[in-house]
């Protein structure tokens, strides 16, 4: 099992936690809106790490944004599994073939 499995089986059985006790169930009990845009503030503080070129420091934003993404995620009920199904569908496709099949 991968680390980012992990994150996200984590982030499913906090749904039920006391969010007193788990930042995660704190998030989630706020509902999906406010789980994404706190996700759209990981990955603007990513964007500029990124512009910046501090490669720790993205390394560390892009780590919040992978577990905001899985936080958002979850409150909508998708998860990892159906995330990489998706990716594994349109794996071998061109990106520019893909997007004009939208």
Known sequence: MTALQRLADTI?????????????????AKGPEKCAEKFGEEAVEAIIEAVKGDRAKLTAEAADVIYHLLVMLAARDVTLADVEAELARREGTSGIAEKAAR
Do not use: V
Request: proline letters at 6%.
């Open 12 to 28: 499913a059985a906090r749904k039920s936690a006391d969010p007193e006790s788990s930042w995660t169930a704190k998030l989630l």
